[in-house]
């Protein structure tokens, strides 16, 4: 197998991990606290309800999943760079 065909499929596995993070960052949430499960949307003193999740610790879940699905990407565009370069 040469370098520039495992650079190029490289490059696809980059893509779909970074495509699999971002559905994730869509998707991901976390439930609220125990003492806020079944309460109606809004600000509480133990923290803040959106469609039944933890609104903070979901942005953190999501920035993180999207951190990763950026440096997937990025490695896909980099693989792929190479591969082109070369050939």
């Given at each position: 197998?040469?370098?520039?065909?495992?650079?190029?499929?490289?490059?696809?596995?980059?893509?779909?991990?970074?495509?699999?993070?971002?559905?994730?960052?869509?998707?991901?949430?976390?439930?609220p606290p125990e003492s806020l499960?079944?309460?109606e949307d809004g600000s509480y003193?133990?923290?803040?309800?959106?469609?039944?999740?933890?609104?903070l610790k979901t942005a953190r879940?999501?920035?993180?999943?999207?951190?990763?699905?950026?440096?997937?990407?990025?490695?896909?565009?980099?693989?792929?760079?190479?591969?082109?370069?070369?050939?």
């Amino acid at each position: 197998m040469d370098w520039r065909f495992a650079a190029n499929v490289l490059s696809l596995v980059a893509g779909g991990a970074s495509a699999i993070c971002w559905v994730m960052a869509a998707v991901v949430k976390v439930a609220p606290p125990e003492s806020l499960k079944g309460k109606e949307d809004g600000s509480y003193w133990d923290g803040i309800v959106v469609n039944g999740a933890d609104l903070l610790k979901t942005a953190r879940a999501q920035a993180k999943w999207n951190s990763f699905a950026a440096f997937a990407a990025a490695a896909a565009v980099f693989l792929q760079v190479i591969y082109n370069l070369a050939s």
